[in-house]
């Protein structure tokens, strides 16, 4: 195979944050570095989906939409790309089809060029719609593996995944390491299969949770992967991806040399260390925590945002002590319920019935979400489920066995409806879709601003009460 160049995707402003600071990296953070970042020469930038949109509305007070726009006026030289859970588009359940549809139309209008569409099952059912309306409005599909090792994911069903995924329209095909699984050996072997049996570029994406990442995309690239997602160093490696600067430094002079300034990345890298400090001092990005490279992950396939989130779990609950076995858990409750792979939402759901299996006893009770994905309502799960446990959850409740989206009405008329009093844009109403209390609360308090109070001016000492001062809002 001829050698070409590796071209790179920097993930600084979305996974990278994401994945080590809780995704609080303000917009006017990100716009200071736009132009440099615009000049780099990246295939792309991701920028939006994710926890980003859940993330501005509810902690930052931010519009997402208001931020896509402002990158896309500040980088137009650079593909913008996202990452869209296919029919679960950027919430937590499934959406009818005319919300996928006009959701997708209003994200490649609002500055969207690639968006990147995974189904936590890897049931393509409940991407479809997605990728057809990517198609529809002129974006680039990136259509994913989500990768995972079990009795039923091997090479093969990998590969055959993503001939149905190209025969389907997707422009490339990303390889989507959400838990940093996949070894260096493994990945060479997988990029050669793919490239024997598909046409379109191969984009791998990974995270450096067990401390291998820059590895396996060395022997991914020796193998002729074309892209893969890399994050400037302040906020690369650890459980986000391997640091940009040293992939461009590892291939430099090499027949894969990514082309890309170091210096220029390095001047980048100093705007987003003053953003890292920020993060460090406001408690969202810990590195002695997030940069420990974690073997376990290899062992257990817990992504590093469910390590933290399991974390938290047992802290709460006061059973920090049983943290382990709440790990060892994991796995067990994945083989029975059908081997998923770990990534929003089964990553979530798996683990909170791993814990519930370890305070209480196992399978003594099922979270709403357990029976769900044991029901079918998430889609077609890959392995076989353990009847037992099946039964035990759901007794004798009728199985969903077409695409789930099937079974839901049209919701985009009823939504505008609702949305009457505090929407301005059909965007307002996406927004209202996906996170309904959440967006209604910061949509009305952006329409009725509430004015600054005036804070009182200090008494000099010994002078009575202070008197407070009431500025008057009818001026």
């Keep these: 195979m001829e ?11 979305r996974d990278a944050h994401q994945s080590l600071a809780a995704t609080r990296m303000r917009t006017d953070e990100m716009l200071p570095a736009a132009e440099l970042l615009d000049s780099m020469g990246y295939w792309s930038l991701e920028v939006w989906g994710g926890a980003t949109f859940d993330t501005c509305l509810r902690f930052l007070k931010e519009d997402p939409w208001e931020r896509l726009r402002a990158l896309k006026k500040a980088m137009p030289n650079t593909k913008l790309q996202m990452l869209l859970r296919g029919q679960n588009l950027l919430g937590y359940k499934h959406y009818a089809d005319d919300v996928v549809d006009e959701f997708v139309r209003l ?46 994911h091997d090479e093969k069903y990998f590969v055959d ?10 422009d490339t095909i990303c390889i989507k390491d959400m838990a940093g699984l996949l070894l260096p050996e493994a990945a060479s072997s997988l990029v050669r299969a793919l490239k024997k049996h598909i046409k379109v570029p191969i984009h791998l994406h990974t995270h450096n949770t067990a401390g291998i990442g820059t590895e396996t995309y060395l022997a991914a690239t020796r ?17 986000a991806q391997p640091a940009t600067e040293s992939v461009v430094a590892a291939l430099q002079g090499t027949p894969w040399d990514t082309g890309l300034d170091l210096k220029k990345l390095t001047a980048a890298a100093n705007h987003f260390k003053t953003v890292a400090d920020r993060l460090e001092k406001d ?17 257990y396939q817990v992504p590093g945002g469910m390590l933290s989130n399991l974390y938290s779990q047992m802290r709460d609950a ?41 305070l209480q006893g196992r399978y003594k009770s099922f979270t709403k979400e357990s029976k769900g994905l044991l029901r079918g309502d998430y889609g077609r799960l890959p392995g076989p489920i353990n009847p037992d446990v099946q039964r035990q959850a759901l007794g004798d409740e009728e199985l969903i066995t077409v695409r789930p989206a099937d079974l839901i009405a049209p919701e985009m008329d009823k939504l505008r409806e609702d949305t009457r009093e505090f929407a301005r844009s059909e965007e307002d109403v996406l927004s209202y879709a996906l996170f309904p209390q959440i967006a209604e609360k910061f949509l009305r308090e952006r329409n009725n601003p509430q004015p600054e109070p005036v804070p009182a001016p200090a008494a000099p000492m010994n002078e009575g009460p202070r008197v407070l001062y009431v500025q008057d809002s009818a001026r």
């Design 283 to 299: 408690g969202f990005f810990v590195p002695g925590q997030v940069l420990r490279t974690d073997v376990n992950a290899l062992i």
């Design 107 to 152: 994200s490649i209008k609002n500055g969207i060029d690639v968006v990147r569409i995974f189904d936590a099952l890897n049931d393509l059912r409940n991407i479809e719609a997605s990728m057809r309306a990517v198609k529809k409005y002129g974006g680039l599909v990136e259509a994913c593996i989500s990768y995972t090792l079990s009795p039923v």
């Design 223 to 239: 193998a002729g992967v074309d892209i893969v997602d890399c994050a400037l160093s302040p906020l690369g490696s650890g459980t």
């Design 318 to 358: 006061r059973a920090l002590d049983k943290y382990d076995q709440v790990l060892q858990e994991v796995p067990r409750v994945r083989e029975d319920f059908g081997y998923p792979p770990l990534v929003t939402p089964t990553s979530q759901i798996v683990g909170t019935q791993a814990v519930f299996n370890v």
């Design 3 to 13: 050698p070409k160049k590796l071209q790179i995707t920097d993930t600084i402003l």
């Design 161 to 170: 995944l993503s001939r149905q995924l190209e025969k389907e329209g997707a």
